[in-house]
């Protein structure tokens, strides 16, 4: 049995997941609720196409599941993305991929509780909000410290919650809109009329403004990347897993696509005209079109819901954590830890709790552009590891199934990908430069002065 702690201990993570908890996991890592803050920022991005948008995302995202699924049945490891690369390309690749696939993994964590403390705030205006981040981080340390299936039988109730706060709130605004009624006041001569096809493409349609607003929507989908990190706790993993990532990106997708189709047309114009900051719309919305008390109710559970996406977040980046430490690319001691008791990789976890309190100081729109580089980057390299691993390495090339599953699918979804990274904000781009540069200085002295590979663990090989 492997040593992954560099000491005597033997204690490994437990297959313990099944089909339906990972698809609770992902959908309470996504938080389908985050469609309320993101459609503000994407609206104005987008040229007021929020649907489309997401279509273009989800379209690149599906293309990319698929890609997750060929990895996972070939790489059953914790370290997703980082492992894909590293066994399929080249170990120093893997731990950049690794490396940046941090600015997605441990700030995911942290947008949860800036948005929870945003929402305490508009109920709780006189408490200070490190009161609220001290509180929040401790909650999803906890948790996660009892364990992973814990955190999905946590996150159950609340997803489904969500799935009914979001079925009502449309209905709500259907109802609005087919009355005559919109934010603006009335639907007579409004730009969007309810059943058209305008709030998806017109005339006024950029193609580049819809894949800027689906580089920011990648932060509404990165729960679906972040199942791989469950590889070594998913029964019958290659079986599973592949099928539950798929599933849950497609799940999240048409609900984001239905969901926001009715509320552009119901927000038609610029968004700046209707919410007080662009960047934090929820609170706005549920007023807008509930009222007062639909707002307070739900901003209430809203609380819950993004304590969910951060504890799945939270147990999502302590995994990648454990693989990298178990390799030795970073302190094995530390990061390759898995607790006796709990079988949970916890001095990560603790270390994930810290790094969140430093959301505090951090600005809501710029963690969301810096994650969509990690975001970005993994997903790039998940699709080049498939056309690597299979088709160059392992030459599965010679049938018509095999070159449509790893050289046509994964290279549409690195396409799909590339668009995007052709769009990406500059802040995101320049913070995430500036952390790959961090990490090449790392692997210069980890290798050496690049003499020799980055460490890796040999259990695929």
Not at 131 to 137: R, S, Y
Not at 250 to 259: C, E, H, K, M, Q
Not at 276 to 290: F, K, M, N, R, S
Not at 424 to 451: C, D, H, P, R, S
Request: proline share 3%; charged share 10%.
């Amino acid at each position: 049995m492997t040593n992954i702690s560099g000491t005597q201990s033997t204690v490994k993570l437990q297959k313990t997941l099944g089909f339906w908890h990972i698809i609770i996991i992902g959908l309470a890592y996504i938080q389908p609720m985050t469609l309320f803050d993101t459609f503000g920022l994407v609206s104005e991005e987008s040229h007021f196409h929020v649907p489309t948008s997401y279509i273009v995302a989800l379209i690149a995202i599906l293309f990319t599941s698929i890609s997750y699924g060929h990895m996972i049945r070939r790489y059953p490891s914790s370290g997703s993305a980082y492992t894909y690369a590293q066994k399929s390309i080249h170990p120093n690749v893997g731990f950049m991929v690794g490396w940046s696939s941090w600015l997605d993994y441990l700030l995911s964590p942290m947008v949860n509780i800036i948005l929870a403390v945003i929402y305490l705030e508009a109920l709780f205006p006189d408490v200070n909000h490190w009161v609220w981040v001290i509180c929040l981080t401790a909650v999803m340390t906890i948790v996660n410290l009892r364990g992973v299936k814990f955190v999905a039988n946590f996150n159950s109730l609340i997803v489904f919650v969500q799935l009914a706060v979001i079925a009502y709130f449309t209905w709500m605004v259907y109802q609005l809109l087919s009355s005559g009624v919109n934010a603006d006041g009335t639907l007579v001569n409004a730009k969007y009329q309810l059943w058209s096809l305008e709030p998806f493409w017109n005339e006024m349609t950029q193609v580049g403004a819809l894949i800027t607003g689906a580089t920011l929507l990648c932060f509404s989908f990165t729960g679906f990347d972040s199942l791989s990190s469950l590889a070594e706790e998913t029964k019958d993993t290659e079986k599973t897993l592949p099928r539950a990532i798929f599933m849950t990106a497609l799940l999240a997708g048409v609900i984001f696509i239905i969901s926001t189709y009715f509320m552009q047309i119901y927000f038609p114009n610029d968004p700046k005209t209707y919410f007080e900051d662009i960047a934090a719309t929820q609170p706005d919305i549920l007023l807008a079109v509930g009222g007062i008390a639909f707002k307070t109710i739900v901003l209430y559970f809203a609380i819950v819901t993004v304590m969910a996406s951060g504890i799945s977040a939270h147990a999502g980046v302590s995994r990648l954590m454990y693989v990298m430490g178990r390799d030795g690319v970073i302190n094995k001691k530390i990061f390759g830890h898995v607790s006796p008791k709990n079988f949970t990789p916890s001095y990560n976890i603790m270390i994930v709790g810290a790094v969140a309190l430093t959301a505090g100081f951090m600005d809501l729109d710029i963690v969301i552009s810096m994650i969509s580089f990690g975001a970005l980057t993994a997903f790039t390299f998940v699709n080049l590891s498939v056309i690597s691993r299979y088709a160059l390495r392992d030459g599965r090339t010679k049938t018509t199934k095999d070159i449509i599953s790893f050289v046509v699918i994964p290279l549409l979804g690195f396409i799909s990908i590339f668009a995007m990274w052709l769009e990406i904000e500059e802040t995101a781009l320049k913070y995430g430069l500036w952390w790959a540069m961090f990490g090449i200085l790392y692997l210069g002295y980890k290798t050496k002065g690049f003499k020799h590979p980055a460490p890796q663990h040999n259990e695929f090989d």
